[in-house]
């Protein structure tokens, strides 16, 4: 199945030789492994639960017990590094976005809580995705946080080991110790606005700033999965290798 459930065969060309199960692997050789990947894709596309799934796919308790040890192993995260090592390092844009949790994915109490990524934000019981792209809108890296987290978090988890010509960010972001500093060791230009509360103003590009609504558009497009725009996943990392999963086809578009 092609178009917006499903992968087109220039796709699968590409995606394919990377999945476990491969004949020349070993273990055992899967016969369905672009049903199964057509079927998640289909899942969260559509934001679904997984027993509402079409037949065609087969049983949903296979798919989503698959899918859930796919995540588990880091395999979607494998594949997504694999197809997005070609990174236009130019410059890079850093940034987050909230996704409220489902009420069926929202019964995570105490501890468990933050260890799921769950956190009570403006927007009720939430998730916050922070990502890293790349100059021509690709994403390079993601971290899951609770929905009432600093958006600085994502930056102490994704900025080490950057190497970029320049770092494009919004003024969340004008933090002299977790953010410039380490831009400054990298060589890496911090284009990021001065917070109003700053006394003595930072200049920045302002011209290449506005490119930054690239990294707006990337969360546009993965928010076309209703089942990420909303997050139905109770673990955390089932949510994380469905967007890794996403993140890669956007790669191969």
Not at 5 to 23: C, E, F, T, V
Not at 108 to 134: F, Y
Not at 150 to 169: C, H, I, K, N
């Amino acid at each position: 199945m092609v178009g917006r459930y499903g992968l087109s065969d220039r796709q699968w060309q590409q995606l394919g030789p990377l999945l476990p199960g491969r004949a020349d692997t070993v273990g055992v050789t899967a016969k369905d492994n672009r049903l199964f990947v057509d079927a998640v894709l289909y899942r969260y596309r559509a934001g679904i639960p997984w027993r509402d799934l079409p037949a065609r796919f087969g049983d949903f308790r296979v798919i989503h017990t698959r899918h859930c040890r796919w995540s588990k192993k880091g395999i979607w995260e494998l594949v997504f590094k694999v197809l997005s090592e070609d990174v236009d390092n130019e410059y890079v844009m850093l940034d987050s976005t909230i996704v409220r949790a489902h009420q069926h994915s929202a019964g995570a109490a105490g501890e468990r809580k933050k260890i799921e990524c769950l956190g009570l934000s403006r927007r009720g019981i939430s998730t916050k995705i922070h990502a890293l792209c790349d100059a021509l809108a690709n994403p390079i890296s993601f971290k899951l946080t609770p929905g009432q987290a600093s958006d600085l978090e994502g930056a102490d988890a994704l900025l080490p080991g950057l190497t970029a010509g320049a770092l494009l960010a919004d003024r969340a972001y004008d933090v002299e110790e977790r953010v410039r500093k380490r831009l400054r060791e990298a060589n890496t230009e911090a284009v990021i606005p001065s917070k109003k509360s700053r006394l003595v103003k930072i200049e920045h590009d302002r011209d290449l700033y506005k490119a930054r609504h690239l990294i707006e558009n990337f969360f546009a497009k993965i928010k076309q999965y209703r089942a990420i725009a909303t997050r139905y996943d109770k673990r955390a990392c089932n949510f994380l290798g469905a967007i890794h999963l996403v993140a890669a086809i956007e790669w191969l578009n």
